[in-house]
């Protein structure tokens, strides 16, 4: 990973502190599915006050934290709101013990740490992973030792068609395609371009799904780049996009790559008549004072509700709980509200599953987690679900945002997006009523 990338990756992690009240105890307030909490109050789980003091419940997470690139977005937003859980009852009385190894980037190394946490019996669930490269050998230790994943952040495609693991994201192909689809009903994608990271099993899938939709529906593809994640040198892409006679065009690499495309295009005042983009990776509170006023009118893709919003249950008690739990310089991005989510959805499952918390083992929690369905939250465009199933994609409906002087705006509300990859998933959706809460 070279210098520029790591500078970016630095700058990327940094966001300002949100003034918000910290996380204050209801004492009139119950256990609650998601998005149930009255907003403006920041109660955890039982909202009791009360410090719990009982056997902690272990629940682990894998996340890419370091390596030239960072995901610890999810799991810090994760363990913010276990701790603010455990400074109000805990589950039914039980604190939760949270503990997050970085795969720092290599496959072999999650292996490895997933490999331990499936022998360790006592661990009840993994909950906020976000890693970047080793979904597969993550699934493959938890499935078989009955060990089962919320993600907050999924990214090559292993973390979507996985039995063990449920992401809380819609991920980069999904928010790819959302991206063609809003230029598509905006008129605008008439010639499309189309830019990735080389990186198999994230990129190429990504890649293929443009080439797949943009092909069903007669959009000129004037471009499908994926970049080496050591490139430095933008200025041959910047050149060919000029040439290509797009009219829009997505970029669907980490926020610092992005940040990189765009400088050199700015450099080339490329921007021209194209309307450019990015997928969710690069949408955070940051981005905009980042590349600059140059770039006013730059459309990004939402997984989950805009951070910009001060209204909705669990968007409120999100930055309630970061203000309080979490570090000030930690991101209050997309990615933290997903890790944020994870935590939710499965505290509030546990609270409400377990009244008796010694009933709590890897098993319960494993059967408990599957029987997830129909959890609202204001943060998601439609409800969540688990599921028994080889392939876990719950979230396909997402919300898209431009930059207006450098802050985020929205731009267009929630969309289904459409993908035939999830034509089973959207079939098992209704005849198994996984949208429809318990």
């Known amino acids: 990973m070279n210098r520029t990338m790591r500078a970016l990756l630095a700058v990327a992690a940094t966001t300002a502190v949100i003034a918000l009240a910290g996380c204050v105890a209801d004492t009139s307030a119950s256990p609650t599915s998601g998005g149930s909490a009255a907003a403006?109050?920041?109660?955890?789980?039982?909202?009791?006050?009360?410090?719990?003091?009982g056997t902690p419940i272990k629940v682990v997470a894998i996340a890419t934290e370091s390596g030239g690139v960072d995901f610890s977005s999810s799991p810090n937003s994760a363990k913010a709101y276990f701790d603010c859980i455990n400074d109000n009852g805990g589950?039914?009385?039980?604190?939760?013990?949270?503990?997050?190894?970085?795969?720092?980037?290599?496959?072999?190394?999650?292996?490895q740490i997933a490999t331990g946490y499936a022998s360790d019996s006592s661990i009840v669930a993994s909950v906020g992973d976000a890693s970047f490269v080793g979904c597969q050998q993550q699934n493959d230790a938890y499935k078989a030792a009955g060990l089962y994943s919320i993600l907050g952040v999924g990214v090559p495609q292993s973390c979507f068609s996985s039995s063990n693991l449920?992401?809380?994201?819609?991920?980069?192909?999904?928010?790819?395609?959302?991206?063609?689809?809003?230029?598509?009903?905006?008129?605008q994608a008439g010639k499309f371009f189309a830019i990735g990271i080389n990186t198999p099993g994230n990129g190429d899938w990504v890649a293929s799904g443009i080439s797949a939709y943009a092909k069903s529906k007669g959009i000129d593809l004037v471009g499908n780049v994926l970049s080496d994640p050591n490139e430095s040198n933008?200025?041959?892409?910047?050149?060919?996009?000029?040439?290509?006679?797009?009219t829009s065009l997505v970029i669907a690499d980490p926020a610092p790559i992005t940040a990189s495309i765009l400088t050199a295009a700015e450099q080339q005042d490329a921007k021209g008549s194209i309307q450019w983009s990015c997928t969710a990776s690069c949408y955070d509170k940051q981005f905009g004072q980042q590349i600059g006023q140059y770039w006013d009118g730059f459309v990004a893709n939402s997984e989950l509700q805009l951070v910009t919003t001060t209204t909705g249950a669990d968007q409120t008690l999100w930055k309630a709980v970061m203000d309080k739990y979490a570090a000030a310089d930690a991101p209050r991005d997309t990615f933290s509200q997903a890790g944020f989510l994870a935590a939710k959805i499965f505290t509030d499952t546990l609270i409400k599953?377990?009244?008796?918390?010694?009933?709590?083992?890897?098993?319960?929690?494993?059967?408990?987690?599957?029987?997830?369905?129909?959890?609202?939250?204001?943060?998601?465009?439609?409800?969540?679900?688990?599921?028994?199933?080889?392939?876990h994609h719950a979230n396909h409906a997402t919300r898209m945002a431009k930059l207006v002087n450098g802050e985020w705006q929205e731009l267009e509300g929630c969309q289904n997006v459409t993908d035939p990859e999830l034509t089973s998933i959207e079939q098992a959706e209704q005849s198994q009523g996984l949208l429809t809460g318990n």
């Open 166 to 187: 449920a992401p809380v994201n819609a991920g980069p192909r999904i928010s790819a395609l959302a991206t063609l689809q809003y230029f598509e009903r905006a008129g």
């Open 353 to 391: 599953q377990f009244p008796d918390p010694s009933k709590i083992t890897r098993d319960t929690v494993s059967q408990a987690l599957l029987g997830i369905k129909g959890f609202s939250s204001d943060l998601l465009c439609a409800p969540w679900y688990y599921g028994v199933a080889d392939q």
């Open 40 to 53: 403006g109050t920041a109660a955890c789980g039982l909202g009791n006050g009360q410090k719990a003091t």
């Open 234 to 246: 933008w200025l041959p892409l910047v050149s060919q996009i000029s040439s290509s006679g797009a």
């Open 91 to 111: 589950i039914n009385g039980r604190p939760i013990s949270y503990q997050v190894g970085d795969d720092a980037l290599d496959p072999t190394r999650t292996a």
